[in-house]
């Protein structure tokens, strides 16, 4: 089973897409190896099935956008490996989470750290995603910056939702980590690729929750810097762009 999953990089090979993350947390999930492709914003009209967007993931030759697709057709492909979504109920109110994070989260994060997201990116991707991300933020990069200190205040009002359910169960998912997790793990991983920006204050139950999803599968969302870490058992990362 060859799987290839492609991906935005910065400059110097660190992941650091969110909606990525979420691919490459369910695919240590279910114990697949993969073998990660960098590509740059100029490289998204030539992913394979006409994607445009990032994780694009090809399962022997079957190419699948979307990372919620991608979830489920790891579950349906590979049954006999730990489910991400457990059951049909559980799976419609990760929905609700998915939603949750993009566009609570993920929107209240972005204007926090896009300067430092161009900035780490290579040159070439940079005027891209400064025109698209300033049409979307309706203000320039630096302007969006410039506010976060007060910005982190309210976003951390904001997902107290996750501190009430971190109250009751040690994971999103319910006893152990599933989809759910991964979907919100992602984004603060986002955050922590992209950013110095201090975006949880250390006694806060989202930082241990966090803290707890970096160490699974032997660290595999903490072990990651500079240059990508490559399991022993991993095909080595390759890069499409140069
Ligand atoms: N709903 C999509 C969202 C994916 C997404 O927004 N990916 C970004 C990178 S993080 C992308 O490919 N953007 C293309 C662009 O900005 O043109 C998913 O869940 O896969």
Same mark, same amino acid.
């Given at each position: 089973?060859?799987?290839?999953?492609?991906?935005?990089?910065?400059?110097?090979?660190?992941?650091?897409?969110?909606?990525?993350?979420?691919?490459?947390?369910?695919?240590?999930?279910?114990?697949?190896?993969?073998?990660?492709?960098?590509?740059?914003?100029?490289?998204?009209?030539?992913?394979?099935?006409?994607?445009?967007?990032?994780?694009?993931?090809?399962?022997?030759?079957?190419?699948?956008?979307?990372?919620?697709?991608?979830?489920?057709?790891?579950?349906?492909?590979?049954?006999?490996?730990?489910?991400?979504?457990?059951?049909?109920?559980?799976?419609?109110?990760?929905?609700?989470?998915?939603?949750?994070?993009?566009?609570?989260?993920?929107?209240?994060?972005?204007?926090?750290?896009?300067?430092?997201?161009?900035?780490?990116?290579?040159?070439?991707?940079?005027?891209?995603?400064?025109?698209?991300?300033?049409?979307?933020?309706?203000?320039?990069?630096?302007?969006?910056?410039?506010?976060?200190? #007060?910005?982190?205040? %309210?976003?951390?009002? *904001?997902?107290?939702? /996750?501190?009430? &359910?971190?109250?009751?169960?040690?994971?999103? !998912?319910?006893?152990?980590?599933?989809?759910?997790?991964?979907?919100?793990?992602?984004?603060?991983?986002?955050?922590?690729?992209?950013?110095?920006?201090?975006?949880?204050?250390?006694?806060?139950?989202?930082?241990?929750?966090?803290?707890?999803?970096?160490?699974?599968? #032997?660290?595999?969302? %903490?072990?990651?810097? *500079?240059?990508?870490? /490559?399991?022993? &058992?991993?095909?080595?990362?390759?890069?499409? !762009?140069?």
């Amino acid at each position: 089973m060859a799987i290839t999953l492609y991906e935005l990089a910065q400059a110097d090979g660190t992941r650091y897409s969110p909606y990525c993350w979420r691919v490459r947390w369910s695919l240590r999930h279910k114990g697949l190896d993969f073998r990660s492709v960098a590509i740059g914003f100029d490289d998204l009209q030539k992913l394979p099935g006409g994607s445009r967007s990032v994780p694009t993931v090809e399962i022997d030759g079957r190419v699948v956008n979307e990372s919620w697709r991608i979830a489920e057709v790891l579950d349906e492909t590979f049954p006999d490996r730990p489910s991400l979504f457990a059951c049909e109920q559980a799976k419609g109110a990760t929905r609700f989470v998915e939603s949750f994070f993009d566009k609570v989260v993920n929107s209240s994060l972005l204007p926090l750290f896009a300067r430092e997201i161009h900035d780490r990116m290579a040159v070439r991707d940079q005027a891209y995603f400064r025109r698209t991300r300033e049409q979307m933020l309706k203000r320039t990069l630096e302007e969006a910056q410039a506010g976060r200190d #007060e910005d982190v205040l %309210r976003f951390r009002t *904001a997902i107290h939702p /996750i501190r009430l &359910t971190l109250k009751t169960q040690p994971w999103l !998912s319910g006893e152990t980590p599933g989809y759910a997790d991964y979907i919100g793990l992602a984004s603060f991983q986002w955050a922590r690729l992209s950013s110095d920006f201090k975006i949880l204050v250390d006694d806060d139950s989202v930082a241990d929750w966090v803290d707890r999803g970096l160490d699974l599968f #032997e660290g595999f969302g %903490r072990n990651v810097g *500079a240059r990508p870490q /490559i399991d022993a &058992t991993f095909l080595p990362e390759t890069s499409s !762009s140069g």
